[in-house]
């Protein structure tokens, strides 16, 4: 097929936005919101019908498109595979989600707001179908450009604070990367990492590289220690702003382990394995007992989402497939979960601004429809079965077991805090005496609001039961992550032996 | 004869031009308008006349003056941009009354000196078109001498700039005692690493040059003169000067003293990371613009060093690719202050940004993809430039210099994101008068779309740069 349709994917969202930046400017019109939810929604339906057409029995990267951009040096190349189609779908379905939810939320400046929000799309679209590190780098980086100006312009209180912590620890750690990546290219003579996975990086190299691409993923994942910016840029954030920052920035350094450090490091990811396991464990059990210290709703999930990345690099980094899949799981899981669980924050602070636990209290007679579904996301959020959470920490747990029982047990132990912060705050928020007047006289949700939450739930529900169309989907690529891993740690261990 | 002037014609031109328009100028009443549009058309015209030239490599006068790609390449670059910070200028100029005749004209000299500067094979003609760019840029930036500050920006110019020339000048002759020759490439082949007197002149040129491009520790004057200065001299003084000067530099290090690079690489990788430090933290607290941009154009110089440090040719093309999205950047920024005028009086704080985002969108976005240009986040032509340099930084397994270079970067991304800041993050509704200078926005936006297009096709300039290397 000659179509590019990464590239439509891709540009997609940026031309909706030109058109919106061409729309006339006028007080009180929804024409910026319909079109850009219109291209949103093309997207959405471009990317449906890119996973469709996916030849899921293949492992190798497919639609691939390849221009020549820098002479010699770097190809603009884009494919996908099964792993990152999920993620791509994920970035198209979420978007549209954000786009309603500026309707009640966004007060001013809607229009660059949209922007904000389409541009953003188009960099997180480009990092999942990328095969080339400086592409890849390019969105990567891309991105935090529209994400700093959404959290600066239309957040909080502290709001220049976190949008600065924000920059620049992201940046911080991707310069180290930059610098990999170049390294890289002088050691292998291209960028392409269709080929830097046959060329087997120099050994005395890898453990360096790994951790320069490391310095990145890990403040973006974010792990203990560099999660501090999280929570603040997360409570600063308008609601669209966290939404996407949860459910898909923070996958983006999930997909980069997966897609970057452990092929074509393998021999530093098996070296650096405990470190990643003592990072994980302790953000799994340290955020979750923090976050159940949280009086603030937004910076209790911000937490929550910390802990469950912890698991998410756990999984990765067990090298098993049920590990690997189970954290991909859960991370499309955490991305419909978490958007979810900022929405219903968003939908009462729009009410009544406040994120403060203790404002609310016994939502459940006055806004029955809001408490459903903001249970149905809670029990999801701490893997009650049925849901997609359960699912993602099986599998993950699964995978630990077969390497250490030891860190499976800290593991599970996270999950029984999990559920203690996350009915402690249900209890607090949805149940319990009303002890504030102005609850009494809210509003449920209206249709809006319905939809967007509904349609999450659906989702979070439906995969819960039938895990099969993501499953199958990964199957087939992971598999051949691990038995690519394999075989080099397998190379390595022969020459050893001579 | 007439083959050898067709060499020079760019240079003829310009000098008959600037009597011609001197003449016109002192002769006609009120001509500021008349000389400026003919200074521009000047420009227009030696351009025309550069590409019209063969791309042969040919030399006159005893060797000491040579036309190649690689000059001409720079001599087009200061044209382009003197003819853009000139043209986005001249309404600024007419409102500070600083719009004498003399202006366009010696701004046409300084880039004479500078034709000989990026021309030169031989010490002497090197010296010279120096000291003629540098006497015109005296000249310039005191130009508005009924005020205090400008004066004292061009005096301390002077002073500082005239000691430099005399360390260079001594170097140039030590250079000669040492060698016998004042030709680029016979003292290339005189030099080695035995010949220690040679290596001390090196140490005294590379400091009279580190002064011309405001590199650290020979940057003081820079902040002073570019905040004394009117912004319209500014603007000059950051971006063509610093384009010559690097052209110069990376000539020198290219055929003068290519065999004794290890003897100079270490003092460039010191200048380098020196520049790219002090850049950095010093223009944290600053509170003009033009004074940050004098940091922010310290730092960049430091970035563009980093490439020359490799002492390959690969570093140098990558230098040259830097300074001219540099050019183009800055040009952007500059022409962005013209714009920020309030109750007639143009502003230079960065208080007085302070929420334009509100009632200037257009400006504020501009300044937004410059500023993040700048400190070179992608997918922004600022980003391209410091990636080819950290591309043949590591080629040359200089890794400390890279990752000093790169964590520089997201320090002065901190004070790009604090004017930033000021323009989107508060509340304030800063109000400027109607723009009227529709030639700045022009500029504006050209820069910007240079800046935003540039990741569609990175390769041209690459390509047109590897090209002036090739002979």
Known sequence: MNFPILSTLIFLPLISSFFIFVSKEQKKSYSPIYISLFGSVATFLLSLFLWYSLDINSSDFQFIEEKSWINNFIKFKLGVDGISVLFIVLTTFITPICIVS?????????????????????????????????????FFEAGLIPMFLIIGVWGGPKRVYSAFKFFLFTLLGSVLMLVAIIVIYWLTGTTDITRIYEIQIPQEYQNLLWLAFFSSFAVKTPMWP?????????????????????????????????????????????????????????????????????????????YSSVAHMGYVTLGIFTLTKQGIEGSIYQMISHGLISAALFLCVGVVYDRLHSRLISTYGGLVNYLPKYSFLFLVFALAALGLPGTTGFLGEFLILTGTFQKSYFVALLATFGVVLGAAYMLWLTKRVIFGKTNNTEIKSLKDINKTEISMLAALAFFVIFFGFYPMPLIETLNVSVDNLINNYEQSINNISLVKND | MINNLNILLPEIFLTLSIFVTLMLGVFTQKSFNLIFNLSSIIILITIVIIFNSSNITERIFLDSFIKDNFSSY????????????????????????????????IILISILGMFFMVSSNDLILFYLGLELQSLALYILASIDRDNLKSSESGIKYFVLSALSSG????????????????????????????????????????????????????????????????????????????????????????????????????????????????????????????????????GHIGYALAGVATGAISGYKSTIVYITIYVVMNIGAFSCLYMMKKDGEYKENISDLSGISKKHPILAVSFLIILFSLAGIPPLGGFFA???????????????????????????????????????FEDNFVVFDPIKNKVAQTTVLISCTFLITFFLYPSLLNNIVSSLFLN
């Open chain 2, 167 to 298: 360390l260079l000048l001594y170097g140039c002759s030590l250079l000669y005692g040492f060698t016998g020759s004042t030709n680029f490439e016979l003292i290339a082949d005189k030099l080695n690493e035995e010949n220690k007197g040679a290596i001390f002149a090196m140490v005294f040129i590379l400091v009279g040059l580190a002064f011309k491009i405001s590199a650290v520790p020979f940057h003081m004057w820079t902040p002073d003169v570019y905040e004394g200065a009117p912004t319209s001299i500014t603007s000059f003084f950051a971006v063509v000067p610093k384009v010559a000067g690097l052209a110069v530099l990376i000539k020198f290090m290219f055929i003068p003293f290519v065999n004794i690079l290890l003897e100079w690489q270490s003092i460039i990788i010191f200048i380098s990371i020196a520049s790219m430090i002090l850049g950095a933290v010093a223009a944290i607290v600053q509170k003009n613009i033009k004074r940050l941009l004098a940091y922010s154009s310290i």
């Open chain 1, 102 to 138: 500026c309707i009640n939320s966004v007060r001013d400046r809607v229009r660059e707001f949209l922007i904000a929000i389409l541009i953003l799309e188009t960099f997180m679209i480009g990092v999942f179908c990328s095969l080339d590190l400086v592409i890849f780098y390019l």
């Open chain 2, 386 to 424: 410091k990636f080819y340099i950290f591309t043949s930084v590591i080629e040359h397994k200089m890794y400390t210099l890279a990752i000093i270079g790169l964590l520089t970067t997201v320090i002065s991304a901190f004070y790009y994101l604090k004017v930033i800041k000021t323009i989107y």
């Open chain 1, 226 to 302: 560099v999660h501090t910016w999280l929570p603040d840029a997360h409570v600063e954030a308008p609601t669209a702003g966290s939404v996407i920052l949860a459910a898909i920035l923070l996958k983006m350094a999930g997909y980069g382990f997966l897609r970057f450090s452990i092929p074509m490091f393998p021999i530093a990811s098996e070296f650096f394995t405990p470190l990643i396991y003592f990072l994980s464990i302790v953000a799994i059990i340290y955020t979750s007992l923090v976050a159940l210290m949280q009086d603030d709703m937004k910076k209790l999930i911000a």
């Open chain 2, 74 to 105: 720079f001599k087009v670059l200061i044209l382009f941009s003197s003819l853009f910070v000139l043209n986005s200028s001249k309404v600024f100029i007419i409102e500070s009354k600083i719009d004498k005749f003399e202006y366009p004209i």
